[in-house]
């Protein structure tokens, strides 16, 4: 957990901010993802159907390897001191840049991109996150996340 004085966050702008830890990207995750969000598209969910694609297997879906960015975002820990509540506020960009074959791992690279204080202790940070492949030079995913922090003044 990376923890820091408000006023010193522009301190780390263009830094790496954390790693995560590499996550499995199971068929039973795929699956259920597709059931969460009506998605069964047979790249994801028909094994035998996936063999004749590029990949030759299934892959995870692009809003499943996105969705894990808060749990990876968690995990780093990166975060203003006395912060009261922090939530998602959004995206600017998220590029997909290769598929997640079935049993890959991946994990997120944080860079803090920006800091903006907004008022009455709300800091938005900009996180660039490169969502790595363990064993891949190219990455699944570049995406500019935000998070804003409610923080104790």
């Given amino acids: 957990m990376n923890i820091v004085p408000a006023n010193e966050l522009e301190k780390y702008i263009g830094q790496e901010t954390g790693v995560s830890n590499w996550i499995e990207i199971t068929q039973e995750r795929i ?45 780093v820990g ?23 074959p079935v049993n890959s791992k991946i994990r997120g690279r944080f860079v803090l991109s ?5 008022k ?5 940070l900009k996180s660039t996150i490169t969502i ?7 990455p699944a995913a570049v995406v500019e996340a935000l998070s ?3 923080v104790q003044e």
């Fill in 31 to 75: 699956n259920q993802f597709a059931e969460a969000t009506n998605d069964h598209q047979f790249i994801h969910v028909d094994e035998e159907m996936a063999k004749a694609t590029p990949w030759g297997t299934t892959i995870a879906h692009g809003y499943l390897t996105l969705s894990l960015v808060s749990f990876m975002s968690a995990e």
């Fill in 78 to 100: 990166f975060m203003p001191e006395k912060v009261q509540m922090a939530v998602n506020y959004g995206v600017d960009k998220v590029r997909f840049m290769e598929a997640v």
């Fill in 114 to 118: 920006d800091v903006q204080y907004k």
């Fill in 120 to 124: 009455n202790g709300r800091w938005l």
């Fill in 132 to 138: 790595e492949i363990e064993g891949k030079e190219k």
């Fill in 148 to 150: 804003l922090y409610i």
